[in-house]
């Protein structure tokens, strides 16, 4: 079953238009946190799903979309608060839709979360991982942890974030999801600069950012003389690495230096690269324990195939336990970054070679590894929300490695790749979800599959 076409996932429905709503206000029970953070409730065996509410709340309900076999809906009042609802730490949440639980204590968003998770293996993969799940732990920040924001101008010139369920924007006055150099530093600069349309933010998590700028042209000229007019040395603001005006370089780097697990990374500013360094680290260790387990038994592999491998995090950081890394990945500019943090890497640049190009054809080059070795190998995956998909699965079921590790910011697409990876042959060792998104309903989870026979 498709995870779009279910009705517990109700933020990707089929784009059909709504069946008109009734102007319907209810008393709703809410019985739990679906894909997506909405609250699900029933009323006359409809499921109806509510954003911005918690399990066990008593509510009152307004139904804005009816749609076949299911309803949305909004707050009007909550009567009766569920266990785990708090007052959100943030002024702008609700308005905002950069984040959907800050109105759940963090232990109860964490429990959502690992429900959400088993609740998509059982309905969309037919399998129960309840002896197999662990996690979330609260290991991170819960505030202050994001190295990246996207901002929009609105008509006024302010910068904020998307208004949930419109493209107006709520201008910011602060964001708790960063760190405090951002809403005390970098905020007030923008604002003095001349208004331009959207704003990428980077950090470092070491007070060092990269910022890049998009509007009009005509923009340009006049942020080049006021970045011009600096001092010699002096940079823009404090912490200010770089700045790009649709994505060229006007004034310092075009990219960040970020060290995780004793490793550094380049990472320029059209490269992926993960929000949440401390809980990436988490999820390099749980792969190296579990990896380091394998191989003190003799069961791992010499071959480790980074299929998705980005600026090379996981190559690095798992290249000591491998004699040979094949990294792969089809974006030119994180694979030029891979090189670079290859070449700089004491352990990983004689092991590992990085790849730019389509999966499929590079894995069917002989000259990359032999089948032979593929199946003796280990391979890592952590593919787009979409996942994987039939034709990703039937690729690696065809190339048969020994082991994969599969790392997935969408349980429902998680779910189902895995239900057919195990059709194919494979048994799951390791389920463990991570809390790399707090006060989001984005869920980051880690699982290790191994060949059966």
Not at 81 to 100: I, K, V
Not at 270 to 285: C, D, K, P, Y
Not at 379 to 400: F, H, M, S, W, Y
Request: aromatic content about 6%; proline content about 7%.
């Amino acid at each position: 079953m498709n995870a779009k076409n279910t009705p517990e996932n109700p933020q990707q429905t089929p784009e059909s238009s709504p069946e008109s709503a009734p102007a319907t206000t209810l008393e709703l029970q809410v019985e739990k946190l679906v894909t997506g953070g909405a609250g699900m409730a029933r009323s006359d065996g409809q499921a109806i799903f509510v954003p911005l509410t918690a399990p066990g709340d008593r509510l009152s309900a307004r139904i804005i979309k009816q749609r076949k076999g299911f309803a949305q809906a909004v707050i009007e009042t909550v009567l009766e608060p569920g266990p785990g609802r708090r007052e959100a730490p943030c002024q702008h949440f609700g308005l905002c839709g950069g984040c959907d639980l800050q109105h759940l204590e963090p232990d109860h968003q964490r429990q959502a979360k690992a429900e959400i998770v088993l609740d998509c293996f059982q309905r969309l993969g037919k399998l129960d991982v309840s002896e197999q799940l662990r996690g979330p732990a609260a290991t991170g920040e819960d505030l202050g942890y994001r190295n990246r924001i996207r901002l929009y101008a609105n008509p006024a010139g302010h910068y904020g974030l998307m208004r949930r369920g419109s493209h107006d924007v709520v201008p910011l006055d602060a964001c708790p999801l960063l760190p405090a150099e951002f809403n005390d530093v970098i905020l007030p600069w923008l604002r003095m600069l001349p208004p331009v349309e959207q704003i990428v933010l980077r950090l470092d998590g070491r007070g060092g950012w990269v910022i890049s700028l998009f509007g009009p042209p005509n923009r340009q000229k006049l942020l080049r003389k006021i970045l011009g007019a600096l001092p010699d040395g002096e940079a823009p603001a404090p912490g200010c690495q770089g700045v790009l005006f649709n994505n060229l370089p006007i004034w310092g780097r075009d990219h960040l230096i970020h060290e995780v697990s004793g490793h550094k990374f380049k990472v320029s500013v059209q490269s992926f690269f993960q929000g949440n360094l401390a809980v990436t680290e988490e999820a390099i260790e749980l792969a190296r324990d579990w990896l380091g387990a394998l191989k003190d038994n003799g069961n791992l592999g010499i071959l480790l195939g980074d299929l998705f491998c980005g600026v090379g995090l996981f190559s690095l950081a798992l290249a000591d336990l491998f004699e040979q890394v094949v990294a792969v990945d089809n974006d030119s500019s994180a694979c030029r970054d891979a090189r670079n943090n290859v070449r700089r890497d004491v352990v990983a640049k004689d092991r590992v070679v990085v790849h730019e190009g389509i999966l499929a054809d590079v894995l069917a080059s002989a000259e990359v590894a032999t089948a032979a070795q593929w199946r003796e190998s280990c391979c890592l995956i952590d593919p787009p929300r979409t996942g994987l998909g039939k034709e990703g699965v039937q690729a690696l079921l065809n190339l048969a490695p020994r082991h994969l590790l599969y790392m997935s910011c969408d349980p429902a697409t998680l779910a189902r790749d895995t239900a057919a990876l195990l059709a194919g042959g494979y048994s799951l060792r390791h389920l463990q979800v991570l809390e790399m998104f707090p006060q989001t309903a984005h869920i980051e989870t880690l699982l290790l599959l191994e060949k059966q026979g």
